[in-house]
């Protein structure tokens, strides 16, 4: 039997995450943070964030030893509160001065780079595995070349250049992580992640086009009176030509997060380190269908079994592959970050991550 | 006098080496092969406990020592008091369960009450002159895409005008407005835009039979303008976005549209109020100038028809009219609410039920028995629900009562004000909503 590992050579050993949280008990800190959360008017959202990510952390264990997160609610609660001071000001002003979103949206580009090397820094740093903290060691000049150098690129290619943008990008984000002074490398071949990206395209096509073919031939039957919805189910008019192109975005979505980490985590090593990942397309599809199946009918209460569910099952499907018994050291030059980046980014939904 | 084990690291390297931790008399020891350490226990820190997730002890000096044994760690270091509570929120059943009622609670607070209320309060602070751009860049916007100049002659626009002016000045009426005249395929139609700018489509005044039905659709609009509800719209998106985005936080990536359908029903709901409130306004201030509030209703009525008829509805969320029927009773309600109820000959005819034109319509009547026998509350109801108990009557007697000529059990006529009369069945009462207690 090959594995997706490949063959292990004779001083590497296989180490699989162990997780150890449950439903059960991430459904109580997620009832009990939204409840302190709502009646303290959010300001508790910091140190929910900071329980769950504990928790999440404590749970998962790699080579018998937990992650740990040490980041403070205080300084989350401050980046919280800039980020909604910004988002109020964004909204307010985008409505009442339609062209001021443009200001807004030059800002953000131009901030970006920094935004993200915060943004990481911060997490990195506060994130702990036997004791040794992990770093993000870019500077926002090296981030400025990738997020807003590539971005140019891909504009002018009329977008054709994205796959290869996805591929540096999150190279340079694996690349530039390290722990204590192990750095951790990361080459990713562009035309591989073409080769996802393609496909994705067409499962999109493949889903999208014939649904959407389908519900318009309907509409125009339903106008033209040959076939009609009772008055108390018109509003399904509505939803439906949403339905196919939600289901064929969420399968390539799917297709993308599966084929891309697999094919990332393959190619990141580090000293006496490699990683595999086995994430199956399939699988992870009918997962998110069933999550927001399950979130929908449960209004919501089973959103901390969806969670769960997902990361035991992308956790079940990580490995690492350790060649002897390799010691890791401290970066002594630490110093902490402030959380308004990392906050900013949660709020205007920027995904930094990989 | 127990040992504890645990990992312990020195922060300098990933290796890790099990110890022994022993506290007493307010030092700890760390006692492990080639190492031995002592501490004041107080200048030890430790994790938050979480579940039965690993604890930490943060040492003097960048080591760390790691254990599972979590009530050892909770006898050997003080605990906070809000630990404690947390800890004992987030490890009983029971407390999540109470969790579930508050957070329910919270929420329905929240969206019922706190949000209207700022909204309405902030909406109250922002100066119209604010809306100014935002007016004129929607109108040009429109005007682009959507619309054309407005065909109507000069004169039939400036009578429009002046008579609306008329009533505005007749009502006492102080908000400022301009009125638009377009031309537009999205067939009869007026909304209001921002900073009070009131659009009105050349097929809404064809449609309409009468100056007074325009004036009773321009009063609403006004409605819109006078509650500022371009403003609070706005602003009620911004909080539901909050709200969704606090509740769903960790899920958004992997079930958004489950985050879409609660955003899109809170929405709703909150452009639903604004429409009553701006019909509400409407019969008023049509009442106070001295016009027929079911003006408004016939046209509401006739509105539906010639959009409907062209095959172009526009969809409820970009409508400003959505529940026709219940508002056109609105205004019939209203109207009728002028005269009191006269006592007639007691007949006991049971009026419980929902009374429709015919039992297709979504919209109807409700009689609701009050506690004295032989008289009704009288309300309007639509998928929505009813409208506030007693909205057509607070309380009739039905028999007797001139606005109503029962037939028999089965068939009633409502007498409308001008003349009129509507004919009403009897239809199932499940297909109605329960009548909420407000």
């Known amino acids: ?354 | 006098m127990s040992v504890i084990e645990a990992g312990y690291f020195d922060g300098k390297s990933s290796l890790k080496r099990p110890v022994g931790i022993v506290v007493s008399r307010g030092r700890m020891k760390i006692i492990g092969r080639d190492l031995e350490q002592e501490f004041d226990a107080r200048l030890v820190r430790r994790s938050l406990r979480i579940a039965n997730t690993p604890r930490w002890l943060y040492l003097p000096g960048g080591g760390a020592c790691v254990t599972s044994d979590n009530a050892a760690v909770d006898r050997i270091t003080r605990e906070r008091r809000y630990e404690r509570v947390l800890h004992k929120w987030e490890s009983r059943p029971a407390y999540a369960a109470l969790a579930v009622a508050l957070v329910a609670g919270m929420l329905w607070l929240l969206v019922d009450r706190g949000v209207p209320v700022a909204v309405e309060r902030i909406a109250e602070h922002i100066p119209v002159e604010a809306e100014a751009a935002l007016g004129r860049e929607t109108l040009r916007a429109l005007d682009e895409r959507m619309m054309r100049k407005s065909a109507l002659p000069g004169s039939r626009q400036d009578s429009l005008r002046a008579k609306f002016a008329d009533m505005a000045r007749a009502a006492g009426e102080t908000t400022p407005y301009s009125l638009e005249f377009r031309q537009s395929f999205i067939g009869a139609n007026a909304f209001a835009l921002p900073s009070g700018i009131i659009v009105v489509t050349d097929d809404l005044v064809r449609v309409s039979r009468s100056d007074g039905e325009v004036l009773g659709v321009l009063a609403h609009e006004l409605g819109h303008v006078k509650h500022r509800h371009t403003m609070r719209r706005l602003l009620e998106g911004s909080a539901t976005a909050l709200i969704i985005a606090g509740v769903t936080g960790d899920v958004a990536s992997t079930t958004s549209l489950a985050a879409a359908a609660p955003t899109l029903l809170l929405q709703t709901r909150y452009s639903r109020d604004n429409e009553r409130e701006a019909d509400a306004y409407a019969v008023q201030m049509m009442r106070r100038a001295d016009l027929d509030p079911t003006y408004l209703a016939r046209i509401l009525t006739r509105m539906e028809r010639s959009s409907g008829a062209r095959g172009t509805r526009i969809p409820t969320f970009l409508s400003t009219h959505p529940q026709t029927r219940e508002r056109e009773a609105l205004a019939l309600a209203a109207a009728g609410e002028t005269r009191g109820p006269q006592r007639g000959k007691e007949e006991r005819i049971d009026f419980t039920g929902l009374w429709k034109e015919d039992c297709e319509q979504l919209y109807g009547l409700q009689f609701k028995p009050l506690e004295k026998h032989g008289v009704y509350s009288v309300s309007l109801c639509g998928p929505a629900g009813c409208l506030d108990p007693g909205t057509y009557r607070p309380n009739t007697t039905v028999q007797g009562d001139p606005t109503y000529d029962v037939l028999y059990a089965e068939e009633i006529l409502i007498k409308q004000p001008r003349g009129d009369s509507t004919s009403y069945v009897k239809c199932a009462s499940e297909v109605m909503p329960e009548l909420p207690d407000r």
């Not at chain 1, 490949?6 to 997620?30: C, H, K, M, S």
């Not at chain 1, 800002?107 to 036997?130: I, Q």
């Not at chain 1, 990713?188 to 073409?194: D, S, W």
């Open chain 1, 1 to 354: 039997m090959t594995s997706p590992t490949g063959a292990l050579n004779a001083d590497e050993r296989l180490v699989q995450p162990e997780f150890t949280g449950t439903a059960a008990e991430y459904f109580r800190i997620w009832i009990v943070n939204l409840f302190f959360t709502l009646a303290t008017l959010g300001i508790y959202s910091a140190w929910a964030k900071v329980r769950k990510r504990r928790y999440f952390y404590g749970s998962t264990r790699l080579d018998g030893d937990s992650f740990d997160y040490f980041a403070s609610p205080k300084a989350i609660l401050n980046g919280r509160i800039i980020a909604v001071a910004i988002f109020a000001i964004y909204a307010l002003a985008g409505e009442l001065y339609p062209h001021s979103r443009y200001a807004f949206w030059a800002a953000g580009v131009l901030a970006f780079p920094w935004l993200v090397v915060r943004a990481l820094a911060f997490n990195s740093r506060n994130s702990a595995y036997r004791g040794l903290r992990f770093n993000f060691e870019a500077t926002t000049k090296q981030a400025a070349r990738v997020y807003i150098g590539m971005l140019a690129v891909v504009v002018l290619t009329a977008g054709l250049a994205f796959p290869w943008f996805m591929a540096r990008q999150k190279a340079f984000v694996v690349s530039q992580h390290a722990f204590g002074t192990s750095r951790f490398e990361c080459e990713l071949p562009a035309q591989r992640f073409y080769g996802i990206y393609i496909r994705a395209t067409l499962l999109l096509l493949a889903f999208t086009v014939p649904g959407v073919a389908l519900i318009a031939y309907l509409t125009f039957k339903q106008y033209d009176g040959s076939v009609s919805l009772p008055e108390s189910f018109a509003w399904l008019a509505w939803l439906l030509p949403v339905l196919p192109v939600y289901i064929g975005y969420a399968i390539s979505y799917a297709y993308v997060q599966a084929r891309s980490a697999n094919l990332l985590w393959s190619k990141v090593h580090g000293p006496g380190l490699r990683f595999a990942c086995t994430l199956s397309a399939r699988k992870l599809t009918r997962l998110y269908f069933g999550n927001v199946i399950a979130v929908a009918c449960s209004a919501g209460l089973l959103i901390p079994w969806a969670v769960i569910r997902t990361l035991r099952y992308r956790l079940a499907n990580f490995s690492m592959i350790v060649a002897g018994s390799p010691v890791h050291h401290m970066n002594p030059s630490l110093a902490p970050v402030g959380a308004s980046s990392q906050e900013l980014g949660d709020f205007f939904n920027v995904d930094v991550g990989v």
